[in-house]
């Protein structure tokens, strides 16, 4: 398996702009997670599916992000409109069942830099 | 909620020196994690650790769970200058679905 797959790596994109963040879990996994992470506040989880369903998103900032997973084998993080402040490194992870020792584990994507100018 | 803490938060070694970090938390886990982030990457899975007590090695790498549960422990030994990087400590949440990171330890290995 290739692992969790970001696209893009980069971003940069003007404030204002509508940003879209994308992401293929590991085959098999059943949940998916956002993160943020940014120098002042570390890594910060932002929601996660079980299922395709979300069942955590108290860690979005507010109206402006939206995530959704229309299949299992895709997800997206949308900022609109996006701010400078949004500027951080987005993680995308996967993992099977946390709840079992086998599936501990969260495997992370390679991230996604956004800068917002 | 639960939280976890770290410390160090950043440490500045002689390479080939030994290292150590820990990381708290107010509440029990269950299991302890141990993940370390390289510059421009996405934090990879170090250790995991299961039991009360329980001491795990990998390679120069070890990791202890301690027995109140609330805390853990990482070594590294003879350090060397790919060890730079963001050391996380994590655990499951108490319904077992979520993951709880620690803020992380920053280290530097000086040549």
């Known amino acids: 398996d290739a692992g969790v797959i970001q696209s893009p790596r980069h971003e940069v994109t003007e404030m204002g702009q509508e940003v879209t963040l994308r992401c293929k879990p590991i085959s098999g996994h059943d949940y998916l997670f956002w993160y943020r992470q940014t120098m002042m506040r570390g890594l910060e989880l932002l929601i996660y599916?079980?299922?395709?369903?979300?069942?955590?998103d108290s860690g979005m900032p507010e109206d402006r992000f939206s995530a959704k997973m229309p299949n299992a084998s895709f997800s997206t993080l949308k900022i609109q409109p996006s701010e400078p402040r949004d500027s951080a490194v987005y993680f995308c992870?996967?993992?099977?069942?946390?709840?079992?020792?086998?599936?501990?584990?969260?495997?992370f994507g390679p991230g996604t830099r956004l800068t917002v100018l | 909620g639960q939280q976890l803490n770290q410390s160090p938060q950043s440490m500045f070694i002689q390479e080939g020196e030994d290292v150590s970090m820990n990381c708290t938390s107010s509440s029990i886990f269950n299991t302890w994690l141990w993940y370390k982030q390289d510059p421009g990457e996405g934090p990879v899975l170090l250790i995991a650790?299961?039991?009360?007590?329980e001491l795990t090695s990998n390679g120069r790498l070890t990791a202890q769970f301690g027995i109140t549960r609330k805390d853990s422990f990482l070594n590294i030994s003879a350090s060397i200058p790919s060890d730079v990087g963001i050391y996380f400590c994590?655990?499951?949440?108490?319904?077992?679905?979520?993951?709880?990171f620690g803020p992380g330890t920053r280290l530097s290995v000086l040549p």
């Open positions: 992870a996967s993992s099977s069942n946390p709840g079992t020792l086998s599936g501990n584990e969260q495997f």
């Open positions: 650790l299961y039991k009360a007590g």
């Open positions: 994590a655990g499951p949440d108490n319904y077992g679905q979520n993951f709880v």
């Open positions: 599916f079980n299922n395709n369903v979300p069942i955590d």
